[in-house]
Structures are given as structure tokens and as C-alpha cells.
């Protein structure tokens, strides 16, 4: 059997090497190793590929959501709700842009922000909702852009994790994930569902003047030359990587296939134990492209569990281990343990198995088993 990895960056490179190695020579030849034309085009192919009029590259998706925000003219102290279960990128643009985040809970199947819970965490101060497709799995986006709606909220989807999903609406259209609210991010960092090798980034919206004025303050701020009419940021996706993306975008669809291959077989192996809880998945199947496949384990003791597979040569991962209201940077004398119940207790039970474009049955089959067996002698 193959080495099992968390993500096989690797496994998948060789498949495509041969165009890639050409792209990047292409960039070292020419030089252009800013602003080349691989990125003008990654920029066309990345909008029709989603469906969206304005793509933004940038240089990593944690700029990319503060940029976002950057360019909706947020006021400091203007409130913000997101989720307790995310990466901390989320939380961190917001505080450092001196926006006061508001942490809410999420659904204790699919790990999205609760919608319920956003409506009570709103008040006049709340200017913006940034739900996060966490794990590859669209958040309810009909329900929170109603909300924003009803309030008059910016919507800012944080996509990092789920380039490829697309949300379905309850009348049976469909739109790619982040291409529904107001302005989305993305992140290409190398293990994402689109990764590319190194940093990179990228902004969507639909809005024309936004997207103007977004490209502005990636840059400085600078609309013409030299001349600097807001305060900008230098953040920008290299030719090298837009190069790799370019390449790497004609894939995903076949990417984000492998992982719901896998997930699916995952699913079979876990069917109906009654200490391991598979994914819920919420509408139809294109709805999520597991970014990560995370179980939760009932009366387990998920440490254990987690040092037991990584004994048998299984890597795994807790995301996330920690609440964000609990965290030192984002304590807040407002926050209320009652209010976060399911985050409380999904960083006690969750666990993210191995899951990338290049698993194997065998390695899927070994993985399920050795869970199996020590979930079935220790609970
Ligand atoms: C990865 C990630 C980010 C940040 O992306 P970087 O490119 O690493 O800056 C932001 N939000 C979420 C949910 C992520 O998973």
C-alpha cells in the first residue's frame, strides 16, 4: 500500500507535471514574474469557469477576505457575524480592520453558521455576514442572503474551502459558491480543493464598481499611476502560480470528483455504526467537494482514536480543536457559553480523515477498518 497522506500533493503533481513544469518555464523565460499574461488569464478562466463577472487575483485567501471588506467601506466598530467554527483567517481580518466580530454558533450537521443564530446576534451596529463553506459544504445561502436582505447587510462568503460547490436554490437554479452574496474569497494555498504552490488568493464579485475598486487597493490603492486615492494593500498572485492555477482549474472538476469517490466510500464503510457520524450532506450532491472529510465520534475518546491512527501510520486532523470565542485574541465579555453549545461540543467529537484527489480503495478500506476497530474495543 501506498503511504497514506493527508493530502497527496505529490501523487497529484506527477500526473500533470509535465504541463505544469512547461507553464512555469514559460514564466521564467519571459520573466514576467509579476503581472504576466498567466495571470490576466487565470483571471478570464476563473470567471466563466464560475460564472461570476469579476475576478480579483490576490496573493493569499486571508488578504483576499480583507480586501473584501476593505472595499465595502466597514467603519470601525461596525459589527460583523461569523461563525465560532472556522478557521481563525476569518475572525482576524475583521478585528484587524477594527470591526467588531460577532461569533455565532453553527448547525450541528453541516457545521455552517446557524441562521437562526445570526438573526439574534444582529443589531443596528451589524453592517456584514461572512458565512464560511466550511469543509467544501455550502452554507445556507438562500436563507442568509434573506436576512442581509431584510436588514441591509453586506454578504461576504469566505470560499476558501469549497471552490467548486455549487449552491442550489429552493426554486432548482444554480450558482457556483461564491458568486451569491456581495463579494466572496478564496484561497489557493496548496492543500486547498484548488491549490496552486505557494500563496495565492482571489476575490469574486458580480458588482462592477466594487470589482474597480478592489483592483485599486490590491494595488496600492493606485487607479492610475502614482496617483494613490485610497489606502491600499500590495497583495498579488505571481505569474508562477497563476501558471500552476491555469492548469490546475482545468482539473478541478475531475478534483473535486476524487473527493466525493472517496467520501462516498468513506460513507459506505461507516454506514449506520452507532458511535461514528459520517458528513451530513444538506441538498443535492454537487452541494459539497469535501475539502475535508470529518466525522464526528460519539462516546470515543477522540484523542485517543487520534493518536491510535496516527500510530498505524494514518494522518489526521482536528479542525478545529478550539471555539474562536475561546481563543486569547478573540475573548469577548459578551459572548455567552450557552450561545455556543454546538461548537462546545463539536471540538470535543470531530475528526478529519485523509482526503485528497489521489486516495486509493486500499488505503480507504485500511483507513475505515483501523477507525472501526478501535472505535468498536473503545466505546
Ligand atoms: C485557508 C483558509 C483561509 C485563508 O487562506 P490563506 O490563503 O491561507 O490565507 C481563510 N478562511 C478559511 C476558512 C480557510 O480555510
Known amino acids: 500500500m501506498k503511504n497514506i497522506q493527508m493530502v497527496d500533493l505529490k501523487g497529484q503533481y506527477q500526473k500533470i507535471k509535465d504541463h505544469v513544469d512547461a507553464s512555469i518555464f514559460q514564466v521564467l523565460d519571459t520573466t514576467a514574474y509579476i503581472n504576466g499574461p498567466q495571470v490576466h488569464e487565470f483571471q478570464k478562466n476563473l470567471e466563466s469557469y464560475l460564472g461570476v463577472k469579476h475576478v480579483i487575483p490576490c496573493a493569499n485567501g486571508t488578504d483576499a477576505l480583507q480586501i473584501a471588506m476593505m472595499g465595502l467601506d466597514l467603519k470601525p466598530g461596525d459589527e460583523v457575524i461569523t461563525a465560532d467554527f472556522t478557521f ?35 443589531t443596528p451596529k451589524t453592517k456584514a455576514i461572512v458565512p464560511v463553506h466550511l469543509f467544501g459544504q455550502c452554507a445556507n445561502m438562500e436563507a442568509i442572503m434573506g436576512i442581509a436582505k431584510a436588514h441591509n447587510l453586506y454578504v461576504i462568503e469566505d470560499n476558501a474551502q469549497a471552490i467548486g460547490a455549487t449552491y442550489t436554490y429552493s426554486d432548482g437554479t444554480k450558482a457556483k459558491v461564491g458568486t451569491i452574496g456581495h463579494v466572496a474569497s478564496t484561497s489557493f494555498f496548496p492543500s486547498k480543493n484548488l491549490g496552486c504552490y505557494g500563496d495565492g488568493g482571489a476575490i469574486f464579485t458580480n458588482d462592477g464598481a466594487l470589482a474597480h475598486k478592489l483592483r485599486g487597493i490590491v494595488n496600492h490603492g493606485m487607479y492610475e499611476r502614482y496617483h494613490h486615492d485610497v489606502v491600499g494593500v500590495n497583495s498579488r ?3 508562477i502560480q497563476a501558471a500552476v492555477l491555469n492548469t490546475k482549474l482545468t482539473h478541478l472538476e475531475s478534483y473535486n470528483a476524487a473527493r466525493l469517490k472517496a467520501a462516498n466510500a468513506y460513507d459506505k464503510a461507516f454506514e449506520g455504526h452507532e458511535h461514528i457520524v459520517t458528513p451530513f450532506r444538506e441538498g ?17 475518546n477522540r484523542d485517543a482514536l487520534v493518536k491510535h491512527l496516527n500510530e498505524n501510520g494514518i494522518p ?24 455556543f453549545t454546538v461548537t462546545n461540543q463539536l471540538v470535543k467529537e470531530v475528526i478529519s480523515l485523509p482526503m485528497h484527489t489521489e486516495l486509493d480503495e486500499e488505503q480507504i478500506e485500511f483507513i475505515t477498518s483501523t477507525v472501526i476497530n478501535f472505535v468498536n474495543k473503545n466505546s
Open 237 to 239: 498572485l505571481d505569474s
Open 316 to 339: 489526521c486532523g482536528v479542525y478545529y480543536p478550539i471555539p474562536l470565542h475561546l481563543q486569547k485574541a478573540y475573548k469577548d465579555v459578551r459572548y455567552k457559553e450557552e450561545d
Open 284 to 300: 443535492s450532491v454537487d452541494n459539497h467537494v469535501f475539502h475535508q472529510y470529518t466525522l464526528k465520534v460519539k462516546e470515543v
Open 88 to 122: 481563525a483567517a476569518t475572525v482576524e481580518v475583521i478585528a484587524l480592520l477594527q470591526l467588531t466580530p460577532v461569533l455565532v454558533d453553527v448547525d450541528p450537521k453541516t457545521f455552517n453558521i446557524d441562521v437562526e443564530a445570526i438573526k439574534k446576534a444582529i
